[in-house]
């Protein structure tokens, strides 16, 4: 095999190692080109070639991390990772910790961490790399890795809510959801709640948004009362979809162009938590993003008409 053959072999772990550690699709996939490029120039054949790509692209990652932390901690509203449709690594005997990791709510939870942290975590406790390739690639000692990855899986544990883990189950209750969404039956929506839920947006201030955070049946109810007639009013389109492995939903306009996407959480039969992305910039990899705003000034301008014809 070819270093070249090698590399593209390797391409879909690199990939999944950078969205790990940076919540991007589009600075992974930099962070993934980056390390083609250094293992290019590298003047020697590694001995192992998936720890030197893995080690690279992680370093890469870090570097990358660090920097976006500043424009982070100054982000508009609640920050999610950039939606992620398919995760291009599979490994079998690795699929719950691939799974989990994927999620909104573990992505998030893994922002807490410091970069050295939440590298370790995902090399050790998503990839099941043993520590002395951990230590290789952030650069620090066998015994500094294994307590940075206690730490790490300590802030995990006590931040990761409880889910459904049977696909069937999420799909099929997503399924309802967005029947009855498409259908402009509020009160369906409402039966499928928790009494808890909680509906959470990131628009980073670039796109609608009502608010940050609802907590409750009766104001998601609320928020979805106003959502969806809107929705049905622009001809927008429901396309259900797996959203950072978990069930969810692309919204797209008229014209098929992306608005947004919605994950859910389920827990007991009923939705727990809806994720929303809206903000342009972090759906632009899924193909051309819809002016939103415009898209909100349609549908008021048709409920504002629908008013008076109804006078």
Not at 1 to 13: G, K, N, S, V
Not at 94 to 106: I, K, T, V
Not at 265 to 290: C, E, F, S, Y
Request: hydrophobic share 40%.
């Amino acid at each position: 095999m070819t270093p070249t053959e090698e590399f593209q072999d390797l391409r879909p772990l690199l990939f999944s190692i950078a969205y790990r550690i940076l919540g991007s699709v589009s600075e992974a996939e930099d962070a993934v080109q980056e390390t083609w490029l250094r293992y290019q120039v590298s003047p020697t054949q590694p001995t192992s070639t998936k720890g030197f790509l893995a080690a690279t692209v992680t370093r890469i990652s870090i570097d990358v991390l660090r920097s976006a932390r500043v424009r982070r901690e100054a982000y508009v509203g609640p920050w999610f990772p950039e939606p992620l449709l398919t995760d291009p690594y599979q490994d079998p005997e690795r699929s719950a910790e691939l799974a989990d990791s994927l999620s909104m709510a573990a992505l998030v939870l893994l922002e807490r961490l410091s970069p050295l942290e939440r590298a370790v975590f995902v090399l050790r406790e998503v990839f099941g790399f043993d520590y002395p390739e951990v230590a290789s690639a952030v650069g620090r000692s066998e015994a500094a890795c294994r307590q940075l990855a206690v730490r790490a899986r300590r802030h995990m544990d006590a931040g990761r809510p409880r889910f459904e883990t049977d696909r069937k189950e999420r799909d099929e209750l997503a399924g309802r959801f967005l029947d009855a969404f498409r259908n402009g039956d509020v009160g369906g929506l409402r039966e499928l709640l928790a009494a808890d839920v909680q509906m959470v947006g990131d628009s980073g201030g670039k796109a609608p948004q009502w608010g940050d955070r609802f907590v409750g049946a009766q104001n998601v109810a609320r928020i979805l009362d106003a959502l969806v007639p809107r929705f049905i009013q622009i001809g927008a389109k429901v396309e259900p979809h797996q959203v950072n492995g978990r069930s969810g939903a692309i919204f797209r306009d008229r014209d098929g162009k992306v608005l947004s996407t919605w994950a859910f959480d389920v827990l007991d039969g009923r939705i727990q938590t809806i994720h929303t992305v809206n903000n342009p910039d972090k759906l632009q990899h899924m193909g051309p993003v819809a002016d939103a705003w415009a898209s909100l000034r349609e549908a008021n301008q048709d409920t504002g008409r629908s008013r008076k014809d109804s006078l």
